[in-house]
């Protein structure tokens, strides 16, 4: 079965903390039309086929919102992770009682005091990890993560001004990169690439932010062409074979958000058995 088949997803509701507390927010936040565009997403998530778990806001967390972070889920296993900024290290505990008693699954916990680690700056390409080295992520969080999926091969890439690795890289697919056109994301690309086990394509699109993408049981999840454009007609262009679902994030980016930021995405082998 594909790595890129899911069954559920877990999502966060948007605090009104968010719009004047959120880490990395650098121009004002408009919370109605943020949470217009979350609702958006979650939709277009149970349009691809996932049972989406929506979790409450929590006011003492603004950014809680970016669920992607706290934790990473591969093979049926769950590793909560240790977020780069103090504010946001308690949101793992909700997050660990989630993926343990609503979904049931292994969580692997990370022992060593020093290791930092963002779900943002991982990113599975189906057959390997790479995990960015950032200001959120260190040495020691990589290492936990390859200790946490053995099975994998884990290369740590450098990440030197985006805030993660996904901000420059995604997955567009099976084997496909998707990667910005900036001198950073395309230095990112040459790092990926010069430790690779495995090759990949490369989709090169003009807009970094447009670089991250969600793809998920035969569909991409995209920047739409209001924000966009020229990222858009790539996509059109390059991918019209996966059912394409472009979708709006300009409030999230002004907190340096991304789609694959707003969830988690979970493959449970035993609903996949009662359904089959």
């Known amino acids: 079965m594909s790595p890129f088949r899911y069954t559920h997803a877990v999502v966060c509701r948007i605090p009104d903390s968010f719009k004047d507390k959120s880490v990395c927010a650098s121009s004002p936040i408009d919370l109605a039309k943020a949470r217009k565009q979350h609702e958006v997403y979650v939709a277009t998530l149970r349009e691809i086929g996932l049972d989406v778990i929506e979790l409450p806001a929590d006011e003492s967390h603004p950014d809680c919102v970016f669920v992607e972070d706290v934790a ?12 780069g900024h103090p504010s946001r290290e308690k949101e793992v505990e909700y997050m660990r009682a989630i993926l343990k008693n609503e979904l049931e699954l292994p969580v692997i916990e990370i022992s060593d005091e020093t290791a930092t680690l963002d779900g943002g700056d991982v990113l599975f390409t189906g057959k390997e990890f790479f995990v960015g080295l950032s200001s959120r992520t260190n040495q020691a969080g990589a290492c936990a993560l390859a200790s946490a999926f053995p099975e994998f091969p884990c290369t740590p890439v450098k990440v030197d001004k985006s805030l993660h690795l996904k901000a420059a890289v995604t ?22 690439e010069r430790e690779a086990t495995f090759r990949y394509q490369t989709l090169t699109v003009p807009d970094d932010a447009a670089a991250n993408v969600v793809f998920a049981n035969g569909y991409l999840m995209h920047r739409t062409g209001d924000e966009y454009p020229a990222s858009a007609k790539v996509f059109e262009e390059k991918l019209s074979h996966w059912t394409l679902k472009p979708t709006a994030l300009t409030e999230m980016e002004r907190t340096q958000g991304a789609l694959t930021s707003c969830s988690i995405l979970i493959r449970k082998t035993r609903h996949l058995k009662n359904i089959m």
Not at 72 to 81: R, S
Not at 179 to 186: C, F, I, L, Q, R
């Open 171 to 192: 997955m567009a697919g099976p084997d496909v990169m998707c990667v910005g056109s900036s001198p950073e994301a395309k230095d990112i690309l040459k790092r990926i």
């Open 72 to 83: 990473v889920v591969c093979n049926g296993t769950a590793l909560v992770t240790k977020p």
